[in-house]
């Protein structure tokens, strides 16, 4: 059974920045894919980020692109998201996601993964 939680959300101004942790429960496999989705009112499902299972594939949605930073630490079962110079609409839960064995990066962002975290909310606002 995978387990994913999510910390690190919280309410930020403009322009500032967070980092978003997930973490796998022991003896997740960590040859998935792991990603970052987010939830937002106008887009719904929106994909964020993925990262392949050894770090070397990573993929970025454009509207992030340059801004935001996903990376893993398979040692520790752990998944993160920096997130730099953020705008209002990026205000949304966001949510880390699990699936595709051996697969690249981008392949995330065309599924839907089998395991999900609960969301951690991340609020853009002055």
């Known amino acids: 059974q995978v387990q994913l939680i999510e910390s690190g959300g919280g309410l930020v101004q403009p322009g500032g920045s967070l980092k978003l942790s997930c973490a796998a429960s022991?003896?997740?496999?960590?040859?998935?894919?792991m990603g970052w989705f987010r939830h937002t009112p106008g887009k719904g499902r929106e994909f964020v980020a993925g990262i392949s299972w050894s770090g070397s594939s990573v993929y970025c949605a454009n509207s992030v692109e340059g801004r935001f930073t996903i990376s893993r630490d398979n040692a520790k079962n752990a998944l993160y998201l920096q997130m730099n110079n953020l705008e209002p609409k990026a205000t949304a839960p966001y949510y880390c996601?699990?699936?595709?064995?051996?697969?690249?990066?981008?392949?995330?962002?065309?599924?839907?993964?089998?395991?999900w975290g609960q969301g951690t909310q991340v609020t853009v606002s002055s």
């Open positions: 022991e003896g997740t496999d960590t040859t998935y894919v």
């Open positions: 996601a699990a699936d595709l064995p051996l697969a690249p990066a981008r392949a995330m962002r065309s599924i839907t993964p089998r395991y």
